[in-house]
Every structure is written in structure tokens, then in C-alpha cells.
DNA sequence: ACCTGAACACCGTTCAAGT
DNA sequence: ACCTGAACACCGTTCAAGT
């Protein structure tokens, strides 16, 4: 789909650096990493290719289409793990895999979590998962059931990882064991007593712990699924 | 905390309609309820409030505190339940009255799903939680894990819901669908297989099964934690 | 076919001035 | 103490013009 035919630049045969689709989002995508979201503009994107800002509406509808591009790009910069066989490792695997895609570009990471796609690059992990679940013995209903429920806590979880980010982590929270006894005159006396917990904040350990919690749940249900079907 | 004294109108002692950080928060809401986050600027906030833009100035530091305004609001908006010790319930209900505050606020949802506040108003969920949890037998430390897995899960899960709002309801998956067999030849057999499944999507029924997941997780530590101690 | 520059209709925020 | 208006340094995008 689309008029991604890119034939190659005529004029000059050899050596032409001209302006491309590709090259915009590469250099988009470098903006937001080095400055955030709020340092990506259609003019400092152009002056960081050296060009007019006009120049850039030849490769890309607008801006959102360039935010669009940044979050297709990071879905192809994820390696997909081979799957092993052993489903509860490999959905883990896979999780991973978006984490670490995830920890590389932290301030591209929102743009993947929070716009909902229609690109087919998010159809690879999909279909990932899926082959996943279908090899562990879920029927195609309740895998993609499985699949939307790992993938919110993913979004949740590594949204919570990315924007506590370099600026202010958990200073709030070191705040917080502070007024320890504060917190218990004002009503919240299982908030008091759990500060330290909720001042703390491993987020490889939370992860896990959600990703533990999650494929447990799932190895349950398909225990009781391959149980019913033979009437015992 | 803050500057929040908020002396009473001295001028005229009578039906001062004075701006206000309450109203110009309200009236913020309202915008962004009607018109989205883009719909909010100072300007045409103050221009909803009959007032200069540079009014607005004197009742909140900058657009952010705005923002952050909004979410202190839509979280006040939450009718916590109360707990009728029935943990399993009592979790589900407040993630429901989480998730029923967000179906009347869509376009508000985002601001407190991705920005984390300093607010005081975000910890009284996390003491209702927190009290839930103690009460099922969770340790401090545990019951912040599982706290953090849920609100995870409630993220991701909310966000999917309200941005695929009223502008285009699945609409990509829709033609998913119809697409079926070029997907098998694109080397996605399972998504191909799973299409029917993967253009329609019941946000409740997703929200559901998600919350049985985790709650049956859950459910299933305890036991086992139950059990060691006792070294049968 | 691709790039350019001027121009339009917006932004958030500062600052000096009003009352 | 609160509000105002002009001004500054930005935005995204349109349009007519260049080559």
C-alpha cells in the first residue's frame, strides 16, 4: 500500500544525497531521541537536513505523519526473538525484546505506546505472539484475548519505565517516605506503611514481576483447558 | 502544601465571579472534554472564560500546571467503592471505577494515563488498593508489586480504549479482514487465521479478561504463600 | 519533479503598564 | 492584588514562484 515505489533520483546518477521519506524519519527519530518530543518541529527537522521546512512536505502529508514514521521505525528496529518451543519463555522473550527497543528510545517510546498504528510493521509481532500461543494449544479467540492483555500491561508498564525518565525519577516518591507520619494522620495509614516499597522502584524487577504474574495466569487457564475437553 | 489559601474576594464582598484555579481548571476540562487536548490552548481557554489570556497566569504557573490540573480533577472524579472485604471484588470494582471515569472523560483519559502527578489526590486509589490487598493477606512489599501490575495493566488497557475514541473505531482492523489472504501470503498465517478475532474488539469483554488474569494470578500467589509458611 | 521564501493564522510566555 | 495589551519567539501549513 501506499506510494512507497521510491524510484531512484534521475538527474544526477551518481552519488545523489537528495531528501528521502527514509532519511526524514531516520533524522526525526535521532531529534526526539537527543531532545524529546518537544524538540522535534517541521522546521528543526528541516534544518537538521539542512533544507527549507518546506522541502519536507515533498516526502511526508504532515506532521503526524512524521510521528507516525518515528513509531513505524522503532517497530522495525525491534529484533524479533526465534521462538524456542517453550511458549512461557518466548512470550517472555518477545516482551523483552520491545523493553530493550523500548530502553534504547526512551523519549520515541510514547509515540509507539500511546498512537495506535496501521502499519504492518506492527503485524510481524502480532503474528509472533500468536504462533506463540497457538503452538502452547490456545484456540485463536483466546490467544488474541492473551495477546491484548500482555500488550496493556507492556504499553502501562514501559509508559511508566520511559517518562520517569533522566528528568525527575521517582523524586516525588523520595518525598514520600519523608512524611511518613504525615501520611498516616492524613488517612493513608497502608500508604504509610508501605513508603519504602512505593519510594522504590526496580523497574527490570517490576517487569518481571508483572510478566510472572501474567504467564502464570495464562499457564492456569490453559491447564484447565486441556483438562475439560476430556471429560475425565 | 502549595499556595492554596485562597483568601476570599476582598474588592466587592458581594457575588465576586473572580477567576479562580478551580474554575479555570473546570473550564479546562470542558475544552478538552468537548474538543480534545488540541482544542486546549491559554487562549482559547481564557476566551471560554470571558478573560485576557494573561488573566490566566495569575491562577496557574504555565499550560503544564493545566494539565496537570486536568488529571487532579478526572482523578477526583473516581467514586472509589467502598471495600466489602471480598478482595478479588473489591479490586475489580475500583479498576472499574477507574475505567468508568475514563469512558466520561475519553479525550481528559490520556492526560492522567501518561503524565505522572506529584498529586496527593492519586494516592488516596493507592491507599483503597493498598488497604485491599493487606486485607487479603499480601505483605507491604508484594502488594506494591501487584499494585503496580494492575495499574499497568489499567493503563495500557484505557489508553487502547479511548484513542481508538469516535474517530476511527477499529477501522483498520476492519479491513484487516478482507485482507485475509494476502495476509497468508505476506507470511502471517496466524494473524490471518486470528483476523475476525482481531477486527472486532469488545473493550469490555478485553477489560474483563485481563482483570480475571490477574486477578486469578493473584489469587493463585496467595495460596501458595498461605502454604509455605505453615511447612506442612 | 523537487525545492524555496513569503505569508497566514495560530501558539506559550514576558514585560511594562494600568486599576 | 488582579487584570490587560503589546510584543517576542516560536509553531504547522498554504500558495505562488522558482529551477
Keep these: 500500500m501506499g506510494p512507497d ?7 544526477r546518477p551518481r552519488g545523489g544525497p537528495r531528501l528521502t ?19 522535534l518541529s517541521m522546521r528543526s527537522l528541516a534544518t537538521e537536513l539542512g533544507v527549507d521546512a518546506m522541502s519536507l512536505y515533498n516526502h511526508v502529508a504532515n506532521k503526524d505523519a512524521v510521528l ?19 511458549w512461557q519463555r518466548d512470550v517472555r522473550a518477545l516482551a523483552a525484546a520491545f523493553r530493550r527497543t523500548a530502553a534504547q528510545h526512551p523519549r520515541a517510546a510514547p509515540l509507539v505506546l500511546t498512537r495506535q498504528l496501521a502499519s504492518f510493521k506492527g ?3 502480532t503474528e ?3 504462533g506463540i500461543l497457538h503452538a502452547a494449544g490456545f484456540p485463536p479467540e483466546e490467544a488474541v484475548h492473551a495477546l491484548r492483555t500482555v ?9 511508566r519505565e ?23 494522620n492524613s488517612g493513608l495509614p497502608h500508604v504509610a506503611r508501605a513508603a519504602p516499597h512505593l519510594a522504590a522502584c526496580n523497574h527490570e524487577e517490576e517487569f518481571d514481576f508483572g ?3 501474567l504467564v502464570a495466569a495464562l499457564e492456569q487457564r490453559l491447564r484447565t483447558r486441556k483438562r475439560l475437553p476430556r471429560r475425565d
Design 211 to 213: 510478566m510472572d504474574l
Design 128 to 130: 509472533s505472539v500468536l
Design 123 to 125: 503485524l510481524v509481532g
Design 162 to 184: 520511559v517518562s520517569s525518565g533522566p528528568t525527575f525519577s521517582g523524586q516525588n516518591l523520595g518525598d514520600l517516605v519523608e512524611r511518613r507520619e504525615e501520611l498516616e
Design 5 to 11: 515505489g521510491a524510484a531512484p533520483p534521475r538527474g
Design 68 to 86: 507516525d514514521g518515528i513509531a513505524e521505525l522503532f517497530l522495525g528496529r525491534i529484533d524479533l526473538p526465534e521462538p524456542t518451543g517453550h
Design 21 to 39: 521519506r527514509e532519511k526524514v524519519l531516520e533524522a526525526a527519530l535521532m531529534l526526539v531521541d537527543r531532545g524529546g518530543t518537544e524538540a
Design 151 to 159: 500488550l496493556a500491561f507492556l504499553v502501562g508498564a514501559l509508559l
